[in-house]
């Protein structure tokens, strides 16, 4: 059986499909059961994919019976977890994050992965292909900022703000400054229990010092909304 090919989203990352690397920086509050939580130096992989219509479900059993074996004995990956879209302005069917420890750490989960597919007669690129199927809450926001020149050291400033007011409410939140980003400046990682509490946590946000000050700071920011697959976590 041979997977159809995905359409990416023209991200920068590896492996391919798509993805983008951040380096993680550890502020924000209570992070939500099942969640990779932030650790030093760790640098997070987003693969997103997008698939032909009715391939879903078969590219979810590639995740699960091939892809997902070889992930729990590659220990270069810190976590996995995988997502399917419920709000989005980009159309999204599977996004995927992967977790690892420096740069360098995804050079070596990369060759120890294709060491292990090999003996198991496979490989990584053979198993990538369409994957997701509906799953239930919670939902974790991703939100994008790209910013206005000059405004570095007023943003993050912000956000130290904008994190102790989310402790405070009991949002999980996680912030990464992108390495390879496609001129997006920094992610945030929201965690919610349904879209109502997300309109909520804007609508309370848009009253506190911090928010305003990120918003000054910022050129442009986007959103998407994702749930999590729990079947599709490794540690």
Do not use: C, K
């Amino acid at each position: 059986m041979h997977p159809s090919s995905p359409r990416p989203r023209r991200l920068l990352g590896s492996p391919s499909p798509a993805g983008v690397a951040l380096a993680l920086v550890l502020m924000g509050g209570p992070a939500p059961a099942g969640a990779q939580l932030p650790r030093p130096d760790e640098v997070r992989q987003i693969v997103s994919f997008s698939f032909l219509p009715g391939r879903a479900p078969q590219a979810l059993d590639l995740y699960r019976e091939r892809a997902l074996p070889l992930y729990r004995d590659d220990l270069a990956m810190l976590s996995f977890r995988g997502f399917r879209e419920v709000e989005s302005p980009v159309p999204l069917d599977l996004v995927v994050v992967s977790s690892f420890e420096v740069m360098g750490g995804i050079d070596d989960y990369n060759q120890s992965l294709s060491e292990l597919a090999e003996v198991g007669g496979t490989s990584i690129a053979e198993i990538y292909g369409e994957i997701a199927a509906p799953s239930a809450s919670p939902l974790t926001a991703l939100v994008w900022y790209r910013l206005a020149p000059g405004t570095r050291e007023a943003f993050e400033t912000a956000l130290v703000r904008t994190a102790a007011w989310e402790s405070d409410v009991g949002i999980p939140s996680a912030t990464g400054r992108l390495i390879l980003s496609d001129g997006w400046d920094y992610l945030r990682f929201l965690g919610f229990d349904s879209l109502a509490a997300y309109h909520e946590y804007w609508r309370e946000a848009s009253l506190t010092r911090g928010w305003n000050e990120l918003e000054a700071a910022t050129l442009s920011h986007r959103q998407v909304i994702l749930s999590r697959l729990p079947e599709l976590d490794v540690r």
